[in-house]
């Protein structure tokens, strides 16, 4: 009877054990299958591909295509389909492996360079705020996280920016046709008429119009 009670006790102990790390590795997995651009999460890597191959997904991610391609680790030459997995890939041993072996060429450029000694020799910013997420358009050299670069390219200003860049216009010149501004010719204002003028409105009758100002004529 002892023995039941202490092998019950045992494991029960180890379902107590084992659930919280299931629990941590569903949460893990879940963030691993997520779409920022498109806003979802997915349950697993089928209904991940999924989305990934839809029409939903293929235009986000074509209206967004400068975000899209500041998702790419050029010391991994990979790129990637939203910032989650960007920073995940940048967290991961392979990133590093990658930017411990470049390391080793920046020093022995520094020694055969001569200028670039100096340029070398200055604190480089960490990885996830290098140069991965920046904007050329609005001369952003930098953002502190993936979710500020996806607002910043989906804001209006930016927009505005990169169409006027398409456009081959200076973006404090260009003007969207929605917001363009009345011409010379509506901006002038009505000639004052004398008040001894009376006029007859288009929808008053003529009668009408005669009764008002007391004018009558001899039959």
């Known amino acids: 009877m002892g023995q039941s009670k202490r092998d019950v006790c045992q494991r029960g102990l180890r379902l107590r054990l084992i659930t919280p790390l299931c629990r941590r590795e569903a949460l ?26 839809s029409e939903k997904h293929k235009k986000k991610i074509q209206s967004a295509s400068i975000f899209q391609a500041c998702l790419k680790c050029e010391a991994c ?50 990885t996830a705020q290098s140069g991965f997420l920046q904007c050329d358009i609005c001369k952003i050299p930098s953002f502190p996280c993936s979710k500020d670069a996806f607002d910043h390219y989906e804001s209006a200003e ?36 004398p008040s001894s003028l009376l006029l007859c409105k288009a929808e008053e ?15």
């Open 28 to 53: 893990e997995t879940m963030n691993a299958f997520a779409c920022t651009p498109c806003g979802k999460t997915f349950s697993g890597r089928d209904p991940y591909r999924q989305h990934l191959e």
């Open 77 to 126: 030459q990979m790129t990637f389909t939203g910032p989650i997995p960007l920073e995940a890939h940048l967290a991961s041993a392979g990133h590093a492996k990658a930017m411990a072996k470049k390391q080793p060429l920046s020093g022995l450029e520094a020694l055969t360079s001569g200028m670039k000694t100096i340029a070398l020799a200055t604190p480089q910013p960490s």
């Open 158 to 193: 930016h927009r505005q920016r990169k169409k006027a860049s398409q456009l081959g216009v200076e973006p404090s010149m260009y003007r969207p046709l929605g917001n363009s501004q009345p011409s010379a010719v509506t901006q002038k204002q009505l000639p004052t008429l």
């Open 205 to 219: 009758s003529f009668g009408d119009f005669c009764k008002k100002n007391n004018i009558f004529f001899a039959c």
